[in-house]
């Protein structure tokens, strides 16, 4: 008899099932998307993102069925022809079921708009049982697949034959470089630029429906290195804002996958401007004859509080700058109107916004003698060099 742990996800119109080996895996992914998940309890809703949440266990024998019927949520014990004989006499035209004939890791059932999932053999929907095209071996997945590719001109399939084909070899836990390998051969990257590191693979192609000029495709467990690499080669990050999101696996670490947008850019041979704290102005030297005394603390009280330091000297005055990124981009925490304390205030009365942006606060100032500039923690202002270290309009005096 085997064992496995779910969590299952239901809202008004889908339901998904992911599968685990260990009770500690399923806890640990139900945490992540409902932080007051428990394995089994009563399912419990996330009111936030509406939807509901569930997890237990399940021994069997044969094969699992997750099933989707009249808004509830069923995860049983069946062999294949039991199953089949219950999705067309009993669910018939009601509901929806996937059949999986054993667990593989990252397995996982999708019902709603269709049926999804990996690792499933046949799925029911609601009229007709629809087999499963993914084999239990590479070799064979491969050969279906150059198939597939065979017969597919460059701005066909769901996403289009790149997305796809790497979706379908990855699915097969082969990683990114036996994938890239594959695709070669298949053709479908014939006459595209592309760049491979060991860690990141880099297509020169637009994805319909958005504008990026690079396909980016990591191993989950590289991406650290996949970050490091990219920022060297090309002195910028590499994308991963959730809005640039084209795929990603449900796995994390070994044997998930991510397939995000970027813009293409050839390696940069010449090494990113090394920036050190000292570069920079900080906040107590700021204008003509600099600003300190009992007066000065006092008036910038609030704003060393909201950014959590304690002196002048810890925040950063970056002069006649804000990046423009952070004011479209960023989240505006808070907004101070500061009054001058006479003749000896560099700045006289001043107004200073702070945003939250790639997890630095970043301050906007701006004053009655026209004085503007960005102000940072002094820990934050490397980090903050190097996101903006192509904008000419930076400056650290």
């Known amino acids: 008899m085997a064992k496995i742990f779910y969590v299952v996800e239901k809202a008004g119109d889908y339901t998904q099932c992911n599968f685990f080996k260990t009770e500690k895996e399923a806890l640990a992914y139900g945490i992540s998307e409902f932080p007051d998940f428990d394995m089994y309890d009563e399912p419990k809703e996330d009111l936030e993102d509406d939807a509901w949440f569930h997890g237990d266990k399940l021994e069997f024998k044969k094969g699992i069925l997750f099933s989707f019927e009249e808004g509830s949520a069923y995860v049983e014990a069946y062999d294949e022809d039991e199953a089949r004989e219950y999705c067309s006499d009993d669910i018939m035209s009601d509901g929806a079921?996937?059949?999986?004939?054993?667990?593989?890791?990252?397995?996982?059932?999708?019902?709603?708009?269709?049926?999804?999932?990996?690792?499933?053999?046949?799925?029911?929907?609601?009229?007709?049982?629809?087999?499963?095209?993914?084999?239990?071996?590479?070799?064979k997945h491969v050969k279906l697949f150059e198939a597939f590719v065979a017969s597919q001109k460059l701005n066909e399939g769901w996403n289009g034959p790149i997305i796809d084909g790497f979706e379908e070899l990855l699915n097969t836990g082969i990683g990114v470089e036996k994938a890239y390998d594959q695709m070669k051969k298949s053709g479908v990257l014939k006459g595209l630029e592309t760049e491979f590191n060991g860690y990141l693979l880099r297509i020169k192609t637009g994805f319909k429906g958005y504008e990026y000029t690079s396909i980016n495709i990591w191993d989950k467990e590289n991406v650290k290195k996949a970050e490091e690499t990219h920022k060297k080669e090309?002195?910028?990050?590499?994308?991963?804002?959730?809005?640039?999101?084209?795929?990603?696996?449900?796995?994390?670490g070994k044997g998930g996958w991510s397939i995000y947008g970027g813009q293409w850019s050839k390696p940069n041979k010449n090494k990113a401007k090394k920036y050190k704290v000292s570069d920079f102005t900080p906040l107590s030297d700021s204008g003509d004859d600099g600003l300190g005394g009992d007066e000065a603390d006092s008036k910038w009280e609030p704003v060393l509080d909201a950014f959590g330091v304690s002196y002048l000297e810890d925040l950063v005055w970056l002069g006649e700058y804000f990046p423009e990124t952070v004011e479209?981009?960023?989240?505006?925490?808070?907004?101070?109107?500061?009054?001058?304390?006479?003749?000896?205030?560099?700045?006289?009365?001043?107004?200073?916004?702070i945003y939250k942006w790639k997890g630095m606060l970043l301050g906007w100032h701006d004053d009655d003698y026209r004085y503007s500039a960005t102000l940072c923690r002094a820990k934050d202002v490397v980090k903050l060099a190097s996101l903006l270290e192509d904008d000419e309009s930076l400056d650290i005096y």
């Open 97 to 139: 079921a996937i059949f999986f004939d054993g667990f593989t890791k990252g397995m996982y059932g999708y019902l709603g708009n269709g049926a999804d999932g990996k690792g499933r053999k046949w799925d029911w929907d609601g009229g007709r049982f629809n087999e499963s095209k993914i084999t239990k071996t590479t070799l």
């Open 328 to 353: 479209e981009k960023g989240r505006l925490v808070k907004s101070f109107s500061l009054g001058g304390f006479g003749d000896e205030d560099p700045h006289g009365d001043a107004d200073v916004s």
């Open 234 to 252: 090309h002195g910028f990050p590499l994308d991963r804002e959730k809005s640039s999101t084209i795929l990603n696996s449900y796995e994390d």
